[in-house]
């Protein structure tokens, strides 16, 4: 203060959380998703020449409003890519929509309290990434997606009449990756091919493209990954 100085400090933003919402995403300009998706990716930001590292776990959750698209910017297939899943929230039910009346309309609801904390949740991280996966289901995870893909002599004929683009390597790793967790969470010890096929359609349907001929004919990504599915054996099913 005596120095009569100036100089710049850096403040950290709400992206230096643990779960980060960036609601309606797609009303963000390019720029800025740019940043954010290099942050997801690098799990760290840049600013004036120096890197900052974001806090263990890191987590984004996006939204995006399909109904209202003026004044978007809709996220390229490319930066899609870096989001696990595509989960569509669709309207709540009979009883659901009554009880979020009566929360809404209803006195201040207390507050939340944690479950986990930060370190539990990099332990369970851990044992995710250590639970065993067979060749056979490796296997079943590769054909899902190689099979989406047109340019290549291994596409399923549905997949060549209706898609414009498959799936690339992500979509195996996050497949893989998401059967283990799905598995820990359904109580085993090991992953099956049925915990890959669970998991198909929120780590497909982002990554595949739809052309004319499916708009056309009213399909979407969803109906297209169920008939992949249909197509692709699950080896423990041929067993049987």
Known sequence: PGTNEREFKFLKGPIFSNIVLADEINRTPPKTQAAMLEAMQERKISIGGQDHDLPDPFFVLATQNPIEQEGTYPLPEAQLDRFMFHIKVDYPDSSEEIDIMKMATGEAPDKPNAVLNAQQIIDLQG????????????????????????????????CKKWLSWGAGPRAGLNMIMAAKAYAMIQGRVHVGTEDVAAMAAPVLRHRIITNFSATSEGLTTDDIIDRILEQVPQKEKLAQ
Do not use: G
């Not at 250590?130 to 296997?139: A, I, L, Q, R, Y």
């Open 127 to 158: 044992i995710v990434r250590k639970m065993p996966v067979s060749d056979h289901v490796f296997e079943y995870a590769r054909q899902l997606v190689r099979v989406t893909r047109v340019t290549t002599d291994e596409a399923l004929p549905l």
